[in-house]
Nanobody
Framework: QVRLVESGGGSVQSGGSLRLSCTVR????????MGWHRQAAGKQREWVSS???????SYADSVKGRFTISEDKATDTWYLEMNSLKPEDTAMYSC???????????WGQGTQVTVSS
């Protein structure tokens, strides 16, 4: 059974840093790409960042210059390095990976990030 296992969330003060990770379990083929999304309380889920199978990255304007997405192909793990965190970054962060020849999407369980002012 395919699972995405997330970790790295927590509570930090404004200006702090966190690194989220998302690891694929139960799947050994290449991915088509992966993205991070977040959902703050009372708001709709929003896209944060993506990385393609070729390594191309993209970011939402709200996090550009502060967040960095990366991939370790050897361990099937993706990372989201988050620096200069702001209270408005507080949300549940979830990863979504597109896996297999049909690029089927799988979601992680989510990890909470809380930034205090």
């Amino acid at each position: 059974q395919v699972r995405l296992v997330e970790s790295g969330g927590g509570s930090v003060q404004s200006g702090g840093s966190l690194r989220l990770s998302c690891t694929v379990r139960g799947f050994t083929s290449n991915s088509c790409g992966m993205g991070w999304h977040r959902q703050a309380a009372g708001k709709q889920r929003e896209w944060v960042s993506s990385i393609s199978s070729s390594g191309s990255t993209s970011y939402a304007d709200s996090v550009k210059g502060r967040f960095t997405i990366s991939e370790d192909k050897a361990t099937d793990t993706w990372y989201l390095e988050m620096n200069s965190l702001k209270p408005e970054d507080t949300a549940m962060y979830s990863c979504k990976a597109l896996l297999g020849p049909l690029c089927i999407g799988y979601w992680g369980q989510g990890t909470q990030v809380t930034v205090s002012s």
